[in-house]
Each structure stands twice: as C-alpha cells, then as structure tokens.
T-cell receptor, first 118, second 117 residues
Framework: AQTVTQSQPEMSVQEAETVTLSCTYD???????LFWYKQPPSRQMILVIR??????QNATENRFSVNFQKAAKSFSLKISDSQLGDTAMYFC???????????????FGTGTRLQVTL | ETGVTQTPRHLVMGMTNKKSLKCEQH?????MYWYKQSAKKPLELMFV???????ENNSVPSRFSPECPNSSHLFLHLHTLQPEDSALYLC????????????????FGPGTRLTVL
C-alpha cells in the first residue's frame, strides 16, 4: 500500500514571498502520478499541479512548481510570489495508474495549512 | 470549476432520517468517486464507479448506499447515520482509459457538509 506524508501541518508566508511545502511518499511502484491539490476556505478541492513519475522534468504551472526527487520519494511544491488567494489547505496525493478496467485511486496526505499574510 | 456539481451543499439530519446526496459531472468522464473528509484526517475513499459499475467499496458501513445510474450521476443514500458520520462528503470524476485521452486526473465537486444530530 502507498502512504503519503506531509510533515508540516501549518505554514505561513508573507505576500510576494516564496514558500515550499514538503511531501514524501512510500511506494514500490515504478510508474505513478503525483498531485498537489489546494482546498481554500470554500472547501472546493482544486488541482494545482500534476507530475508523471516517468518524466524527469519538474512540472510547472505559472507560480507553482514542484521538485520531484524520485529516488528520495520526495515531491515538494514551491509557490512563488505568494498571493492572499493562495491561502488554503494543500494536499499531496499519489496515484497508481489504473488498469484492468479499474478506475484510478488517490492516496492523500494529511495536508498543510498555508496562510499568506500581508 | 463547475465541471462537478454536488447538492445539497449543506445537510443537517437526525439519526433516523433518510437522505440522499447527489453528484453530477459535466466533463464526459467515465469514473466517479465518493470521499469522506473528517477533521484532522486524510481524505478517505469510500466508493469508486467505473462505467456505472462499482469497482471499489472501501469497507464502508451499509448505512451508506451508493447508486450510479449512468456515468454522469452518482448518489449517496444515507440512513440511520451516526454523529461520527458528520463530515464533508466530496464527489470526484475522472477519465480513465476508454477511447478518449487518458487523463487520470480527478476533478472534485464543492462537497456536501453533513451534520448528523
């Protein structure tokens, strides 16, 4: 079974600064996907970024980028130029690609609450 | 994101009531999911449906009964719940396999906040 660990329950960053959220995972799989989702106070779970394990290049989406270290099983999220709207709970998630007629299944970490301050 | 909708957004019910949660996805996906999110716990996968067929029941008590009449709609029927069932219930959908692009990414609805008295 896969496990996902987020060791930072809460973090704070000032507006316009950069912050990095940590995530480690444990798996025996070689092919898998990793995700970061954000959940703002509205409770809507929103996809932030996705990384395929077979890709060595780190994924980026505007101000969001990841540092994917496959050997270390580490998948951190960097938020640059933080904005007040980035205040949310951030969840790291692991997924083994589906097969044999089954759908994909996500394993989530416990989340990191990020507060962006003025 | 309006691709996945859930109703109602809030629900308060007694332990003897029967209610249903509804989820609808407008993304053309084939797989749908129910998750339970309780305070200070990771999201818990409850049920998975793929092309209307249930492929996963994660040891969920029988007082939760899912129904998937087609790939766009998913229901969660609730009866004789317990106060510890109070939580945010999230629905998600994804496009897995089939003839379309293989995306595998799950997209979530806004959730139903359930309170059991």
């Amino acid at each position: 079974a896969q496990t996902v660990t987020q060791s930072q329950p809460e973090m704070s960053v000032q507006e316009a600064e950069t912050v990095t959220l940590s995530c480690t995972y444990d798996t025996s799989e070689n092919n898998y996907y990793l995700f970061w989702y954000k959940q703002p106070p509205s409770r809507q779970m929103i996809l932030v970024i996705r990384q395929e394990a077979y890709k060595q290049q780190n994924a980026t989406e505007n101000r969001f980028s990841v540092n994917f270290q496959k050997a270390a099983k580490s998948f951190s999220l960097k938020i640059s130029d933080s904005q007040l709207g980035d205040t949310a709970m951030y969840f790291c998630a692991f997924m083994k690609p589906p097969g044999g007629g089954t759908a994909s299944k996500l394993t989530f970490g416990t989340g990191t609450r990020l507060q962006v301050t003025l | 994101e309006t691709g996945v909708t859930q109703t109602p957004r809030h629900l308060v019910m007694g332990m003897t009531n029967k209610k249903s949660l509804k989820c609808e996805q407008h993304l053309g996906h084939n797989a749908m999911y129910w998750y339970k999110q309780s305070a200070k716990k990771p999201l818990e996968l409850m049920f998975v449906y793929n092309f209307k067929e249930q492929t996963e029941n994660n040891s969920v008590p029988s007082r939760f009964s899912p129904e998937c009449p087609n790939s766009s709609h998913l229901f969660l029927h609730l009866h004789t719940l317990q106060p510890e069932d109070s939580a945010l219930y999230l629905c998600a959908s994804s496009q897995d396999g089939g003839k379309r692009k293989y995306t595998d990414t799950q997209y979530f609805g806004p959730g139903t906040r359930l309170t059991v008295l």
